[in-house]
Structures are given as C-alpha cells and as structure tokens.
Nanobody, 124 residues
Framework: QVQLVESGGGLVQAGGSLRLSCAAS????????MGWFRQAPGKEREFVGD????????YYADSVKGRFTISRDNAKNTVYLQMNSLKPEDTAVYYC?????????????????WGQGTQVTVSS
C-alpha cells in the first residue's frame, strides 16, 4: 500500500480559494488512481473527485464540478485539489485516497489507501 499525507487545509472566506496537496510515499505512485473525499461534521464521507494514473482523465461530484480541479505530478508523487469559489458547505475534513490504476475513475469506491485528512473551513 501507499502512504498518503495531505496538507494545505485552513480557514478561508467564502468565495476564496485553497489548494490541497497529497504526498505519496513509494515509487509506484503512477500506478494509482488518486481520489479526494470529504467528511463534514455529522455527515457521511462523500466523494469529491478522482484522477487517472496518467492525469488525463478526471471525474467530479456534481457539487464541486466547475469549482474544483484535481491534478497530479507523478514526478513529485503528489496529487492536488484546487478549490475555487469556496462555499461554507465545503467545510469538511478532506482526505486523499488511492486505488489501483486498473479500477475505473467513474467507480467511486474501492479506494484502499487513505491519508489522515486536512481540515478546510469556509467562513460566510
């Protein structure tokens, strides 16, 4: 399995932007589809989006489409979540996750490795 560490969370005003990073250990980062999830207080964890091993394909939840962008740098073993036009309802702990590259990005389950999460708080 791959070890994942998120960073970049914080407090931002509504309408602002944040970029989260997720650094992965190991030399096989490019063999993983990478995903982002979030969990707000009192709510279930929800899928945000994911990106194929090459970075050529992405898939997003409707709630973030057009505002969030996922990218990756395989040379740096890092995946990013650029969040623009943030809303108070985006407040949550954000997690990155990894699954084998052969699993479809359109299937939002089957992620086997998870980071510890980073808090994002959007004030109104």
């Amino acid at each position: 399995q791959v070890q994942l560490v998120e960073s970049g969370g914080g407090l931002v005003q509504a309408g602002g932007s944040l970029r989260l990073s997720c650094a992965a250990s190991g030399r096989t980062f490019s063999t993983y589809t990478m995903g982002w999830f979030r969990q707000a207080p009192g709510k279930e964890r929800e899928f945000v989006g994911d990106i194929s091993w090459s970075g050529s394909n992405t898939y997003y939840a409707d709630s973030v489409k057009g505002r969030f962008t996922i990218s990756r740098d395989n040379a740096k073993n890092t995946v990013y979540l650029q969040m623009n036009s943030l809303k108070p309802e985006d407040t949550a702990v954000y997690y990155c996750a990894a699954k084998h590259y052969s699993l479809s990005i359109y299937e939002t389950g089957n992620f086997g490795s998870w980071g510890q999460g980073t808090q994002v708080t959007v004030s109104s």
